[in-house]
Structures are given as C-alpha cells and as structure tokens.
C-alpha cells in the first residue's frame, strides 16, 4: 500500500474561507500531482510539481494554488472556497529518474471530499 | 481528440461470476495502459500497467488484454467478490514528456451482489 496521506478526509465549509488540503508521501517521489474528480468522471489534472520550488498548472484551469517547499509536502491552497469548488481533491506522487518508456507507478492519497455551502 | 472511452458506464453482476470490462482509446503517440482500482471515497490503486509490446497482463483475478493495433484494451475479472465492488478505471499515457499526459476514462461502477 502506498505511503501517501490526505487530511482532511473530509471538509465541509462556508463560502469565502480559506482552505488548505495537506498532502505528504513518505516514499521520496519527486512528482506530485494534484487531480480534481467530480461523482461519475474521469480525474483531471489541476497541479503538479516535478521536485522542490516546481509547480505547475494542469489541464483543468483551478483557482487553487499549490506550493512544494519540501519533498514530502503538496498542500493545495483555496483562497476563498465558493460552491462550485465542491468536488472531490485526489493527491498522487510518483518516482523520476528512470528512462522512457518505462511507465512510472502513479501512487493515489485517499482523496479529500470538499463540500462549500 | 484523447480520449478514453469506458463500457459499460455500471454494471451489476453476481458473485462468482466472471465479468469483462471494456475501455477504447484515441491517445496518440501511445505509451502505455493501466487500470485502476477505485472504492467508494477512496483514492485509486493500481492493477495493471502495460506497454505498447504487452498484450496481456495478470494481477491475481484480474487480467488485462491490450490491442494497440485497434487501441482496445479489456479487463477480465474472475470468480467475482463482494470486495470486487468498485469503480474500475482506463488511463492511457502518451509519449513525449517526462510526465507522461495521463487521459482517463470515466469508469465502468461494478457492483457484485450475494
């Protein structure tokens, strides 16, 4: 089972506040990735970081920010939650270093559940 | 257009039974397939990645089957368990960059009754 960690599981929350989801892996992977997943769709990439001080917007445009100052640490940053950022928040990491076209294992957090009333 | 198509969208069966799921692609230039495990309010666990030269690939239950020629892939499912309930996800990765683009499917929601 892989060492990656999410807290809260779950948030329930008012519009307006700010909001910080954690995410730490204890498996030394330089990648992290963050994905938002609504009920019934596919996941789509909104960060990820290729090692410390890197970070980088995804496909799916947020306007949550993300910072990597250690290389076990991604917390995922809601300056002001409003209901339509209700959605469920995935972390994931994975190893580098090892040439293409070897698949890198891609290593999923439980998820946070995010609810903004 | 990527895309990863899953079918069926949900599918019930009952246990101890065997059950095939379907996923068809049109991620170009392809690297490789994986499916995924993903229960209720979890994140998702990997069972099978493969490459463009595989064509099949066993996880105890599970066995995965790939035609890159016709970019299909299945996931065959044997001897079901009420633990088997869950939602199975296609993810298809592209050549070309150090992150390797990662499309997924929508999921097929397996639900296996006594």
């Known amino acids: 089972e892989a060492d990656i960690y999410q807290t809260p599981r779950y948030l329930v929350i008012g519009t307006g506040k700010k909001i910080t989801l954690e995410c730490s892996q204890t498996?030394?992977?330089?990648?992290m990735y963050w994905y938002q997943q609504d009920p019934g769709m596919e996941l789509h990439l909104i960060h990820y970081s290729y090692g410390v001080n890197s970070t980088e917007k995804g496909d799916l445009s947020s306007e949550s920010t993300v910072s990597r100052i250690r290389t076990e640490h991604f917390p995922l940053t809601l300056e002001s939650a409003r209901p339509s950022h209700t959605s469920q928040y995935l972390c994931?990491?994975?190893?580098?270093?090892?040439?293409?076209?070897?698949?890198?294992?891609?290593?999923f957090g439980p998820g946070t559940r995010l609810t903004v009333t | 257009k990527n895309q990863v198509e899953q079918s069926p969208q949900s599918l019930i069966i009952l246990e101890g039974k065997n059950c095939t799921l379907q996923c068809n692609y049109t991620v170009s230039p392809f690297s490789n397939l994986r499916w995924y495990k993903q229960d209720t309010g979890r994140g998702p666990v990997s069972l099978t990645i493969m490459t463009f030269s595989e064509n099949t690939k066993s996880n105890g239950r599970y066995t995965a089957t790939l035609d890159a020629d016709t970019k299909q892939s299945s996931l065959h499912i044997t001897a079901s368990q009420l633990s088997d309930s869950a939602s199975y996800i296609c993810?298809?990765?592209?050549?070309?960059?150090?992150?390797?683009?990662?499309?997924f499917g929508r999921g097929t929601q397996l639900t296996v009754w006594p």
């Open positions: 994931a990491s994975s190893e580098s270093g090892r040439a293409l076209p070897v698949p890198l294992e891609q290593y």
């Open positions: 993810v298809v990765s592209d050549r070309g960059s150090t992150l390797g683009r990662l499309y």
């Open positions: 498996m030394g992977h330089d990648k």
